[in-house]
């Protein structure tokens, strides 16, 4: 029996130290507690006030013990030091865990929140009930994060009995595609998801997914969801959608582009409402097409020392703008060297919102060094990589002539040699019908 209760005795201390490993693989997040400062109402600017704060988490809910063993540092108020329990572990992802001693921080921001029935009509009934439940009366806070590398972006609403500093997360919003590039004319997936708390009364009292696109000033609806009602918001986007069965069964409010264009570039923002809740994050979408590039004249003709000769490089089909033209020349020696960005025209966009762009080159055999010839080649970096199309050019009438310098000047003395032999063919003629001409006359 003593045997027994030795081993239910280690097992317990195992499953203890289990527990409190597996609470500890959730990280410590040092955020800035933002809020407005008190007395400063209206307006266009309001002042805000930070504050260092910071979250200790676990996936379990914290006793009186866990909390005595932890020690915050002494530069941070204690006002501003939670104990945040998160069931689903949103925030216990190894990108906003980094390694101990690590220089690289992940961003996190804490704000108060309000609890609000949302105004979008595609979110409207889930409030259809103008009393305020009980449930809202609490402290409400809302957690912006974002893990390093850019590999987790995540929103969080959290709830704390009034006046304790035990929020547990109520909703939590995240992407693992905070930066997507795609090719011009491919599918897209931009990451979402969402976990709502089961054990919280709003659970099950149905939610709303919306899509909006944001660039420059621009905005639009891509998508918008009503999950109470089972129905979609009438937008003009065309190609957008959202996989339902997903979106019930996991929570993936994931948004699928089927084709992928250049006016598709920008920022989208998933928006999850909840009953007078509501948590969003945002995506960058960069739809990024290499340039496509020709040369002309098409093939180079050849070049005589001291001749001009004027090339044109065209990129066309690229996106983004931004794109470096450049021109390489590589001799007969087998060295290269740069011949400069040329004449540089401006961007001309097509129809697809694609943009062209060329330059022009001028060679000059004798100024430029360009012996016998050799490859030009037009170089076009961008952020799609960088692309390159080569011309040869042959240079004749220079020392050590090439091939191409040896048929020409076979083909000249062959026509040379016929023009002489026609000329002597025609006077030897002609003297001789004067010779006979003579000899007739004389007899």
């Known amino acids: ?32 507690f933002v809020q407005e400062k008190p007395g400063h109402g209206g307006g266009f600017s309001v002042p805000m006030s930070q504050e260092k704060s910071l979250m200790f988490i676990r996936t379990e809910a914290y006793s009186e013990d866990t909390m005595s063993e932890l020690h915050p540092p002494a530069d941070i108020s204690p006002s501003r030091v939670y104990y945040v329990s998160d069931p ?31 105004m979008v009509r595609w979110s409207s009934a889930l409030t259809d009930s103008a009393q305020s439940p009980v449930y809202l009366q609490a402290d409400w806070f809302s957690v912006a994060a974002q893990g390093l590398d850019e590999q987790l972006t995540l929103s969080n609403i959290m709830r704390a009995p009034s006046a304790s500093k035990e929020p547990k997360v109520i909703l939590s919003v995240s992407s693992k595609t905070a930066l ?6 491919e599918p897209v997936l931009l990451d979402c998801g969402f976990w709502v708390d089961p054990s ?11 899509w909006r696109y944001q660039f420059r000033g621009e905005g639009r609806l891509v998508l918008a969801y009503d999950g109470k009602n089972d129905r979609f918001a009438e937008t003009s986007e065309t190609g957008a959608e959202i996989d339902i069965t997903s979106l019930y069964q996991t929570g993936n409010a994931s948004l699928i582009l089927e084709e992928s264009q250049v006016r598709h570039s920008g920022t989208y923002i998933c928006t999850v409402y909840l009953p007078h809740l509501l948590a969003q994050v945002a995506v960058d979408l960069e739809i990024v097409e290499p340039p496509s590039l020709s040369i002309y004249p098409s093939p180079l003709p050849l070049l005589v020392p001291g001749q001009l000769l004027l090339i044109q490089c065209e990129a066309s089909g690229f996106a983004p703008h931004t794109l470096d033209l450049g021109w390489e020349f590589t001799g007969a020696d087998g060295k290269s060297r740069s011949l400069g960005q040329g004449g540089v025209t401006g961007h001309r966009q097509a129809s697809d919102g694609t943009f062209s762009q060329s330059s022009r080159l001028e060679l000059d055999s004798g100024k430029m060094r360009l012996g016998r010839g050799g490859d030009v080649t037009c170089v076009a970096k961008h952020d799609g990589g960088t692309r390159r199309a080569t011309a040869t050019l042959s240079v004749i009438g220079v020392s050590a002539p090439s091939i ?11 026509l040379l040699y016929g023009m002489i032999k026609f000329l002597y063919w025609t006077f030897s003629s002609s003297d001789s019908s004067d010779t006979e001409l003579k000899d007739k006359k004389e007899k």
């Open 88 to 118: 689903a572990g949103t925030f216990c992802s190894a990108a906003l865990n980094p390694p101990k001693g690590s220089v690289n921080k992940p961003k996190c921001e804490i704000n108060p929140f309000m609890p609000h029935a949302s």
């Open 180 to 185: 997507v590039r795609s090719r011009l004319g």
């Open 1 to 32: 029996m003593s045997e027994i209760s030795t081993i239910y005795k280690i097992s317990i201390i195992i499953f203890t130290l289990f527990c409190r490993a597996s609470g500890s693989g959730c990280p410590v997040l040092e955020c800035w």
């Open 200 to 210: 919280s009364p709003v659970h099950g009292s149905g939610f709303s997914v919306e």
């Open 404 to 414: 191409e310098d040896s048929m020409a000047m076979v083909a000249v003395a062959l």
